[in-house]
């Protein structure tokens, strides 16, 4: 049965001591459609009667979320100045462009990293560690270098690895957006995954490759071309664990994209508006941006 009280957990576990409560993901399906997406399933102590607590949104959008960096390319665009390093390690404003990335996901409180690996990950995780000279926890998901599975395949290695819900962002990119405003579209929405978009007008920073109809994604394509697009993928989407498991016995190579123009098809990609343009270090006059970027903001902090 459900519970259809906007109730706070806090207030729930004072509701009754005979219950124990596991903190795990429920889905409302086709009796609830319209509820939020995510609850708390609650039993009693002999486990009978599950009981389906709806919890605060504004307690859900303070809870962290595990963010997975792909950061397993070859670098093949900036292999020139990257040295025989990672495109992680490039040095960007002095400092190894990893450490930007980190600091930027700590001041948005993201504190939980998963870091997809392969060509020269060693390296990575040499600098990196475990996370805790940056205050956060990160760990490891290694592929093959020889044998490189694509960005989505780098997911599918690393279920075992990957929470409920997840954010996923590319090794190579800046994103300085409000990803608390992101995480609470994602957990409002009753789609399986949230794609950042922004306004790019078919010019400003690459070929517009998303058109949009209200919250969803109506058409995606990697390499752009779609008539009517104003908007292009910022870099920044967030995934319910099950759309990756469906994957699992997928061959590789798998790109993330070919699961996005999935849920496209199937009308489960929302879209969420992104105001501040994105950064990549993926070729030299992105590193020259960002720095330049990076500069002002030591300037001008506020």
Known sequence: MFWNENALVHAFLSFNSSFS?????????????????????????????????????????????????????LGTRIRSLSEGKPKSLIQVAGR????????????????????????LG????????????????????????DQLRGTGGALVQALPLLEESFLVLYGDSYLPMDYQAFIQAFRK?????????YKNNG???DTSNVSIIGQRIAAYSKKGGLKESDYIDYGLSAYDRPII?????????????????????????????VQERFYEVGKPKGIKELERYLQKEDEDPS
């Open 21 to 73: 409560i596991t903190l795990s993901t429920a889905y409302l399906h086709a009796e609830h459609p319209d509820t939020l997406k995510r609850c708390i399933p609650a039993y009693d102590t002999n486990r009978h009667f599950p009981v389906f607590v709806m919890v605060n949104e504004n307690l859900m959008t303070h809870t962290p979320m595990q963010v997975v960096i792909l950061a397993g390319g």
């Open 96 to 119: 190894p462009f990893i450490k930007h990335q980190l600091e930027l996901l700590v001041q948005h409180k993201l504190t939980r990293i998963l870091l997809c690996v392969g060509y």
């Open 122 to 145: 060693e390296h990575i995780e040499a600098y990196v560690g475990d996370g805790s000279k940056f205050g956060m926890k990160v760990s490891y998901a290694y592929e093959d270098p």
């Open 189 to 197: 929405d009753t789609n399986p995954a949230l794609m950042s978009v």
């Open 203 to 205: 010019k400003w920073w």
């Open 245 to 273: 498991e469906q994957y699992k016995d997928n061959p590789p190579p798998l790109d993330l994209a070919h699961i996005q123009k999935t849920l496209v098809s199937q009308k489960q990609l929302g879209a969420f508006i």
